[in-house]
């Protein structure tokens, strides 16, 4: 007897020869094979398994899987890899061989072959054994690693270029990808510059905040505040004093608290604030947070409750950075619905200490009176490019009204306590934007006296919501005072085909024609294409029911976009062509 076999147990070496095993034999032999692998005598414990294997044949398919763990240890994979093949054939519902051959493939790096193996394992065992999770498993941790991770095949300069345009919602949705993507991303201070909280479905305490605010760095330059931050009346101070660099508040839908305000001193940078038309400000609180921020450029309040200005009070020396000032309005009716004293917006006092503004816009407020300011400061103003003035009531002063700087004036709805407002005001010479939709018939001759200084000059007309005059229209054409207009709104109007027709002669450089809610048919609409062909690109016709869909075909079939829907009553949302 050599070597080996001395070394090996006296239970191995007296079953050597014998031909067959009964069942306690096989249990006992096993035993001794596993006591050989724990002392790591592998080579012994290898001729231990074969023994058994050959002389017991009903011996389970466990031992043949330690026989090629056995393999695994000494560094013969290919002899492991067939006991593998060999579990499988013998057992094809038995988890167990697919997992050991899945091992060893991945062992010898054929990752695919792996791959198939525990596929084919899936795809054969019933769903019901509790092991076949075990084979998802690593199928599927297979699979993820074949799959390349953006964050490690891209160079790390095209990553950060890449995430700079997702807004912050998606940057906190990629940081759940994965626990790397997490680390990651947090190595990035740029990324949360723009903290929005405008989508939180659940209410956010301050520590939640502040974690944000540590992964910037100090780098916030806009914030959004949500509904539910708004509760932690914390929140906007601790924004304010630890966010240097803030240059943009969002003031979303709900009561603006006072810590708001109490916060805004500390925003030193701050340039822009927008208070939406959900959060109700009173007008003497927006002269307080003016004064507060001096060096503001755009502020927005979208809804204002009358109730004294306060200027001297608040606002001591000139705002002379503010370029851009917003207010609404909560009121419908400017003049019955609040003692005119809160209800009368001094324009003289916003001009006088906002020397610089740029745009007003102003909606449902009553302009001051000639008695208590007189109005020369307003009309001299050299700055102010946009004036905004939408359902308000101008109480007319005598001489100059408006400034001469103005570009873009919207009187939508406007209203003047004797008169139309157009025949007291002296008209801007550099007008480029012009709406006067929903106002009272304007007198021809008044008209034309705005648009003379203003000839070839003007780009967009809003005259939506007036009466049907053709001789009107004709005759301003005639003048040439629409052969610069591009853009002409007619919306919700009384004009008819003639009229359409006849006005469309006199705009040679038409690009958008918007007849929304008007009475024209399809021979108006054939007649004005054919007159502005080659100029005209875009036709606004919803809620024209006297069209027909075939007018609207023959229309686009000439390169023109056109929008066409009208209010389906039954269906409760708007037909369109392709509805028939």
Request: charge should be positive; aromatic fraction near 8%; hydrophobic fraction near 40%.
């Amino acid at each position: 007897m050599d070597g080996d076999e001395e070394s090996m147990p006296d239970a191995i070496r007296d079953r050597k020869d014998t031909a067959d095993c009964s069942l306690g034999d096989w249990k006992s032999l096993h035993d001794e094979c596993r006591k050989l692998f724990r002392v790591e005598r592998f080579e012994d414990a290898i001729k231990c398994f074969t023994l058994i294997l050959k002389t017991c044949p009903d011996a389970p398919l466990m031992v043949r899987d330690h026989r090629a763990a056995t393999y695994i240890k000494v560094g013969d994979l290919t002899a492991a890899l067939r006991d593998g093949r060999k579990m499988i054939q013998e057992a094809e519902q038995d988890c167990m061989g697919y997992l050991r051959t899945g091992r060893i493939l991945k062992l010898m790096g054929q990752q695919n072959q792996a791959m198939k193996i525990y596929k084919l394992g899936i795809d054969k065992i019933p769903w019901t054994v509790p092991d076949r999770k075990l084979l998802r498993i690593q199928h599927a941790r297979l699979v993820y690693k074949k799959r390349n991770d953006p964050l490690r095949a891209l160079p790390l300069e095209l990553i950060e270029m890449t995430l700079k345009y997702l807004d912050f919602t998606e940057v906190v949705q990629l940081r759940q990808v994965s626990k790397s993507w997490q680390q990651f991303i947090d190595t990035f201070p740029n990324l949360w510059s723009h903290l929005d909280f405008s989508n939180a479905r659940r209410p956010m305490a301050l520590s939640t905040v502040r974690k944000y605010v540590d992964r910037s760095k100090g780098k916030v330059t806009r914030v959004s505040l949500g509904r539910f931050v708004l509760r932690e009346q914390k929140v906007p101070h601790y924004i304010a004093s630890h966010c240097q660099e803030l240059q943009e508040l969002r003031v979303p839908e709900g009561y603006v608290p006072q810590s708001v305000f109490n916060a805004a001193p500390y925003a030193s940078k701050l340039k822009t604030l927008i208070v939406t038309s959900q959060s109700r400000i009173a007008s003497w609180r927006v002269m307080q947070v003016l004064s507060l921020c001096p060096n503001l450029e755009t502020a927005k309040f979208s809804t204002v409750t009358p109730s004294g200005w306060r200027f001297n009070e608040h606002i001591n020396s000139p705002l002379l950075n503010l370029r851009s000032l917003t207010m609404k309005s909560s009121l419908r009716n400017p003049r019955r619905s609040h003692p005119q004293d809160q209800t009368i917006i001094p324009l003289n006092e916003f001009i006088c200490r906002m020397p610089n503004l740029r745009e007003l816009s102003l909606s449902q407020w009553a302009m001051e009176k000639v008695d208590p300011f007189p109005v020369q400061y307003f009309s001299t103003s050299q700055t102010l490019e946009t004036l905004i003035m939408r359902g308000c009531h101008v109480y007319a002063p005598p001489g100059p009204f408006l400034p001469s700087s103005l570009r873009y004036l919207d009187m939508e709805r406007c209203t003047s306590e004797n008169a139309s407002p157009m025949e007291w005001n002296a008209p801007p010479t550099e007008l480029v934007w012009l709406s006067i939709a929903g106002m009272v018939v304007i007198p021809l001759d008044t008209f034309i006296k705005w648009l003379e200084p203003n000839k070839g000059k003007l780009r967009y007309i809003d005259a939506s919501g007036i009466p049907d005059n053709r001789h009107y229209w004709k005759a301003l054409g005639e003048m040439g005072f629409l052969a610069g207009v591009e853009e002409l709104k007619f919306n919700s109007s009384e004009l008819s085909d003639k009229t359409i027709v006849a006005l469309s002669t006199k705009l040679p450089v038409l690009k958008k024609l918007h007849l929304k809610h008007t009475m024209i048919t399809g021979v108006g609409l054939k007649a004005v294409v054919t007159k502005l062909q080659g100029t005209l690109e875009f036709l606004d016709l919803d809620g024209c029911n006297r069209m027909g869909f075939d007018a609207v075909e023959w229309a686009r079939n000439k390169g023109i976009k056109v929008s066409f829907t009208f209010a389906d009553v039954k269906k409760r949302r708007r037909r369109t062509l392709e509805d028939y």
